[in-house]
């Protein structure tokens, strides 16, 4: 079938999808957890098929990391569809709304935006997440995996749409795209009319691509560049163990710390015990002559380490001489994800939140709580870097756009 065909289905879905109300939706919801529990270990060989062929094809760790399934992350996969059903329906709700001057009713109300495309790399929980959360939505979903998770996402979405079927909503609200060549990019990039809007989650170069040469909206989710800066003012070992926590919690994710900045005054006490932490816990350190003058482990830094979103067990470091230079390094090199200050200075923390610019800037805390779930919002389709519509975690709220409606009672314009 071709993707022009898909995406027709998925417009047909999403007009039923509009219209369904919370019950049904919600019950569908729960109708594909509890499929994806029970099919477990069908899901388990389809991944270990694409965990083989990776490993064969020399697959980084961190790649392999994001596409590994276990009977663990299937079931909190499944437990974030049922955490999803729990939260308010966006669709209908009333964003604002008056009586104007003349008698009539204005009501601002959200509204699904119809099919939603998904571009993402080797992440088969993206699979679900994004079918759970456009379901929710009002949306039909596009997916296109990459063709590292073909086999792992065949096996999601067949579960997902026998699932979406039995709870009485049309099985093509979840689709799954062939990953087997690039024409279904090109294709589903150029299906403007039929696609309303296109979500890449991936790499630099994906996420360019799908700006620049797609004639269908996209909303652009960023590369995580994340920062950890520790103030003059901050508490050591608080900083050292958020640090810690920043790099290593996992290191595959896009809001994991690839760089760290230490103020000058506190450099000689903090670099020691970081240093040491970093070496302990097997993370590579990429720092600068004042860097390296703590430890002969240090491999020099490059203007390429500092820009590097390394999704490994690797590090930029760097020694500020105030927060200025802190935040002129981040805005050279960040990439406008999450940055976080460590510091006990109610100031330093207020400008460094006000001179950021940011997705997220976290005080005192890992920039691992970026992140749909720990803000509370359910699965994430996404964490955008842009400023338009929508930016930093997308849960539902944001799969949906606005419309208004005028009531009136035989009004007339003079």
Do not use: W
């Amino acid at each position: 079938m071709s993707v022009t065909e898909q995406a027709r289905r998925a417009r047909e879905a999403a007009n039923t999808l509009a219209t369904a109300t919370r019950t049904r939706k919600d019950a569908a919801l729960h109708a594909m957890a509890d499929a994806l529990v029970a099919r477990t270990p069908e899901i388990l060989a389809a991944n270990e098929t694409d965990l083989a062929a990776g490993r064969d094809a020399g697959l980084t760790p961190a790649v392999l990391d994001r596409l590994a399934l276990s009977e663990q992350r299937v079931a909190g996969i499944a437990d974030a569809l049922r955490q999803m059903a729990g939260l308010p329906d966006p669709v209908g709700e009333v964003v604002r709304g008056s009586t104007l001057a003349n008698g009539l009713e204005l009501r601002q109300i959200r509204v699904p935006f119809g099919v939603v495309g998904i571009i993402y790399e080797a992440r088969p929980n993206v699979t679900v997440d994004a079918a759970g959360i456009c379901l929710k939505s009002g949306n039909a979903a596009l997916l296109r995996g990459s063709s590292s998770a073909a086999h792992s996402n065949a096996a999601l979405v067949a579960v997902l749409r026998d699932a979406v079927a039995g709870a009485g909503l049309p099985a093509d609200a979840v689709q799954l795209l062939d990953a087997s060549s690039r024409d279904s990019v090109k294709e589903l990039m150029r299906a403007r009319g039929l696609v309303d809007v296109l979500i890449p989650r991936g790499g630099a170069s994906l996420i360019r691509t799908v700006v620049e040469e797609s004639t269908v909206p996209v909303i652009e989710t960023g590369v995580g560049n994340c920062h950890v800066y520790v103030d003059a003012a901050a508490d050591l070992a608080k900083a050292v163990a958020i640090t810690l926590n920043a790099k290593t919690q996992r290191l595959s994710t896009c809001n994991t710390a690839e760089s760290l900045l230490v103020h000058a005054q506190i450099a000689d006490a903090f670099l020691p015990p970081m240093l040491a932490a970093f070496a302990e816990a097997g993370v590579t350190v990429h720092g600068d002559a004042r860097v390296a003058a703590h430890s002969d482990a240090v491999e020099p830094a490059t203007d390429e380490d500092f820009a590097t979103e390394y999704l490994s067990a690797d590090i930029s470091v760097a020694v500020v001489d105030s927060l200025d230079d802190a935040v002129a390094h981040i805005r050279r090199y960040g990439s406008g994800h999450t940055e976080a200050i460590v510091t006990d200075s109610a100031s330093a923390a207020r400008e460094f939140v006000a001179r950021v610019d940011s997705a997220a800037v976290m005080v005192n805390a890992s920039t691992r709580f970026t992140d749909g779930g720990e803000f509370g919002f359910g699965a994430e389709i996404g964490i955008s870097t842009q400023k338009l519509h929508a930016r930093g975690p997308m849960g539902l709220p944001e799969l949906t756009s606005t419309k208004y409606v005028v009531t009136g009672d035989g009004h007339l314009r003079n």
